[in-house]
C-alpha cells in the first residue's frame, strides 16, 4: 500500500504496522502457537499492566529501568506495563497453577513495551512469542526447549538457523572462591563481556587471567569448542557446568541433526535472570536474534522453580520467513450471487463488494487492486 | 486447569486468561480476521500508546477519563495506552494510507485498556477486533459492515444474534431548530437516554414533548416499529434520518435474511462519537453486547472521511460461541519415534515429550492429564 511517512505523528521507537506485515505477523505467531501446542504447551494470556512490585521483582528487577509506570487511580498503587512476559509466566505457574503437575508447559504471544529502544533496535514495542517448561530439572528441560524453538521456526520457513549455547553463570562460578568484592567483579564482568583481554587479564584473580582469556579464544563450532575447553583443566563445579552443556549439545544432536551449534561460554549479555545456560538463535536473513532463552527459575524468590524457556523476537523472525503470499483478489459487483461469492472466500479468495454507484465494474476492480471480477459462473480474470 | 484463587496478585478488573480459554480466545480472534479478511478488509497494528493529544482528540475526546497516560521520558511528551482502536484506525487511513484508494477497507485485533470498569463490566482490559470501511456514504456501506459483523459471528459459532438499530444524532436533529442551550440539551438527553417519560415532558421544547415520548415508546422489531415512527409526523431532517434507516433496514434483510433486527431510534448512550446510525448485536447466551458500530468521521476534525465500522468485545463472542473441543493429548516416553510423533501432531495431536526417569509411562501419562501413551505404532488409549 501507499506509504507516506508522517513520522512525527508517533513517538520515537513507536510504529504503525500496515498491510500486508500486519498480517503476515497475526500468521506467523499464529502458526508458532499452534506448533508449540502441539507439544503440550497451554496458552495464558496475562494482563498488560499489574502491580509494579510484582512485575519488577526478581527476575524482572534486570528490566526496571527499561519500564513504563502507571498510577492506578482505582488501587493508588504503581502499575508497570509488562516488558517482558516471563517474570508474568512465573507468577501464574506459582500462584494460580500452583497445584497443577509438574512438569508445567505454558506458552503466550502478544506485545511487550519498552521505554527506550537501543541503538540496534529503536523499537520500542515488540510482539513477543514464548514458551517456559516449569518444574523440570537437567538437560531433558533444556534440550525440549531449545529443539522445540528450532522446530518452530523451520515449520514457517525460517531457514539456515544457527544455535549459540553459553554458559552465563560460569564466569561467577570460576571467580567466586576468589572472594572479589562486587564492584572488582562488574569490572571483570564488563571487560570478559567486551572480550578485552588486556583488561581480563589485568582485573583477574591471580592465577585466572589465563585461563579466562583463554575460555573467551574458544568460541565456535560446539563439539570442537567443548573438546578444546575440556582440555584446560577447569576446576570443579566449573568443570561439572561445562560437562552438562557438553551432554546437552549432544542431546540437541540427536534429537535435531543438521542444527549447526556454536559455543561461546562466557557471553552473558542479556542473560542477567539465567541460572544456567543461556542460548540464541540466529538466522542468516535476520539482522538480529530470532529467540533467546535459557535455563532460570520462574516465580517469586521463595517459591522460584527450575525452568528452561525461550522468548521469540517476532520482528527478526518476519525477516528470517518467506514472504507472505498474496491471496487472488476479486470485486463482486452489486446484485452478485452471494453464495457463490461466500464460496470463494471460504476457498481463500478476497472478494470484496463493490458499493453502489459502480458504472464500470471493470475499471473499478482495477482501481481498487483486484485481479478478477465476479461473473455469474466465478471469477474473471482482469488481463 | 486447578484455578487457585490470590485476586490480591492483581490489580482490580485485570486479570490471567487461563487454559484452555486463552488458546480458545485466541483461534475465535484468529477466525474472525479471517472471515474480515476475506471481505478484503487490510490487517493494521497500531502501537499500544501513542502522544495522547492525537488519541485523544476528535472520536477520542470521549474517552479521555478512561485512559491511561504516561510521560514518554525520550520526547518529553505525554502519551496515552489507547482506549480504543478506532482513532488509530482513523489516524493511519488519513495519513499513511491517504493515497490509498477509497474505499479503504482496515481491521485489527489487539488489547484496549481503560482506567476504570463499569458495574457491568468491571474488565480493564479488553480483547477487541473490529473492521472500517472508511470513505464510503450510503446505506450501502453501512449494510456492508452490519451484514459483515453478523455473518463473521456465525462463521465462529455464535448463535440466536439479534441486530439493534439506533440513530444516536436524531434527538439532537430534532431539538436543534428550538434552540436549546447546551446544560437544558444534555438535561433532555439524560432524561431520553433514561426513558424517563416525565422528565422528558417537563424538559422538551413545547410541542416536542409528545413525539418524543411516543419515539420513546416505539422501539420494537424494525418493520413495526418504523412504520409506526413513520406514522407520528415527524418534521424533516429527522423525517429523512428515519427513511434512510428504513432503507438500511430493507438492504440487511435483503442480504441476511432472518436476522432478527430491532429498532429503538432515541438509544445513543455509547455512540458519542457516531455522526449517523448506530448499531449493537446481542446473543441469547452471552451477557452483553457482542458488538457495537455505526457511522462516524475516521481522522482528525478537518480530514474526517465518511466511515462505518464495528467493534467485537471478545469476552461477550466467547459466551455466545461453543466451547473448544478438547484435542487428543499423548505422552511421547523417552526414546520414542520423533518423526511418528511430528505427524501426529500434524494432524491435531497434542503431544508431550516425557523427560527423563519415567518409571512407569503410563502412570506419568495419566498423571499429566494424557488420554494416550506413544507406542512404536501409534498411540494407545489408557482406558
New interface residues.
Partial sequence: ??????AA????????????R??H??HIV?QL?A?V????Y??????????ED?LLSGAGAALTRDT???M????Q?M?A?RPDFTV?IG??AT???????R?L?LCY???V?R??GTQLRPER?FTQVGAELIG?T?E??EA?VIVLVA?ALEAVGAADLTLDLNLPTLLGVLVDAHGLDAEHHAELRAAVDHKDVAAVRTLAPSGLGGLLVSLIQATGPAQETLAEIGGLGLPDPAAERVAALGRLVARIES?HPGLPLTVDVLESRGFEYYTGIGFSVFARRARGELARGGRYGAGPGDSAEPSAGFTLMMDAVLDAVPPAASPA?GLAP?GHD?ALAARL??EG?????A??GTDDPAAEAR???CTHLLGASGPEGLD
Fill in positions: 500500500m501507499t506509504d507516506i511517512p508522517h505523528l508517533l513517538p520515537n521507537g513507536l510504529s504503525d504496522v500496515l498491510p500486508p500486519a498480517e505477523e497475526a499464529e502457537m506448533f501446542a502441539g507439544h503440550g497451554h496458552r495464558v494470556k496475562p494482563p498488560l499492566i499489574e502491580f510484582g513504563f509506570r502507571v492506578d487511580p482505582v488501587s498503587r502499575m506495563v508474568q507468577r501464574i500462584s494460580r497453577l500452583a497445584r497443577t503437575p512438569p508447559r504471544a502478544g506485545q513495551l521505554v527506550r514495542q523440570a537437567g531433558a528441560a525440549e522446530e534429537a483478489r452489486p452471494r472466500r471460504r479468495w478476497i472478494v470484496l463488494n458499493l453502489d482501481r481498487l487492486g
